[in-house]
């Protein structure tokens, strides 16, 4: 009979944990001198009969050590005869760092390289940051919880996405949650400075929700939201999967023009003031059990 087993990793600890597996049963600890120490606490071959499928549930989120984490949990259990091992990510990092200049590493290579060398079953990552960048160095999954972009739509009459790169998956969205959509242009003339220059569609007296995947330093839909708001929308406010706030930018969000911030707890983002967090355990265990 098919099963499965789950791992949450110190990354994710954080998520609705109320699934209803087994877990694991592994150490992990740091010895005195700091290092890291992980043990999978079953060894018996006939503990993983082929049929049972291991889930690790994890980020990439800092410190890098959580990566490191994962990396030794995949030994201990190749090594401890696990059959079918698989892989959320609830937050894959390191996208933007893909593409490199000459002498810069490429984050998003040596983490796919890494994980190519244990042989796993199915690798899922929930939203990923450029998709088709990532698709090309690792075989996955994209998974987005459209039930939270859903129900946050629910008191908006647009879907606007702040930039052309967000436009596919808002156009998505509008539709999944019948929806008007409308798109913005944006230029990026410094790392944190963000210009949008055009709004392709009417926003008057109407209720605007920005969606895309990453709020970072929050200067696009700061930017976004500036610039809804001087075309007559009545509010606007924004959605996004990954709620990475970035130093300083949880401050220029609060005071910012936006109404409310949603984000998923893929990263552990604190809720307040304008912040709206919505927890996406749930979503996770659909995708287990229906795999
Ligand atoms: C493209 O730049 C991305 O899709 C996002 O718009 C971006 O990562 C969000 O970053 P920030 O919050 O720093 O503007």
């Known amino acids: 009979m098919k099963a499965n087993m789950i791992i949450f990793t110190r990354s994710v600890q954080h998520l609705n944990r109320t699934i209803n597996l087994p877990s694991v049963p592994y150490i992990i600890k740091q010895f005195s001198d700091g290092e890291l120490y992980v043990k999978i606490l079953r060894q018996a071959q006939d503990d993983w009969d082929d049929e049972k499928d291991i889930w690790i549930i994890t980020s990439t989120q800092p410190p890098a050590e959580n990566i490191l984490e994962l990396f030794f949990l995949l030994d201990a259990l190749t090594r401890s005869g696990a059959q079918k091992i698989n892989i959320i990510f609830s937050y894959f990092g390191y996208a933007r760092q893909a593409i490199a200049q000459a002498g810069e590493a490429r984050g998003a290579q040596v983490i796919t390289q890494f994980l190519q060398q244990f042989p796993l079953n199915k690798i899922y990552i929930i939203h990923a940051h450029a998709a088709p960048v990532i698709h090309d160095l690792l075989n996955f999954t994209n998974i987005i919880d459209f039930d939270f972009f859903c129900n946050t739509s629910k008191e908006y009459d647009v879907i606007a996405a702040p930039d052309k790169g967000a436009a596919e998956f808002a156009q998505q969205v509008a539709q999944r949650c019948n929806k008007e959509f409308i798109a913005l242009e944006k230029t990026r003339p410094e790392h944190e400075r963000v210009l949008i220059q055009t709004i392709h569609g009417s926003v008057q007296d109407k209720k605007v929700l920005l969606v895309d995947d990453i709020i970072s330093t929050g200067s696009t839909m700061i930017a976004a939201a500036n610039v809804l708001k001087k075309s007559g929308a009545l509010q606007v406010s924004a959605a996004a999967t ?50």
């Open 242 to 291: 990954h709620g990475i706030f970035s130093q300083g930018s949880q401050e220029k969000l609060q005071t910012s023009e936006l109404t409310k911030i949603y984000v998923t707890n893929s990263v552990n983002p604190t809720a307040g003031g304008k912040i709206e967090v919505y927890d996406i355990g749930k979503f996770i265990e659909k995708v287990i059990k229906s795999s």
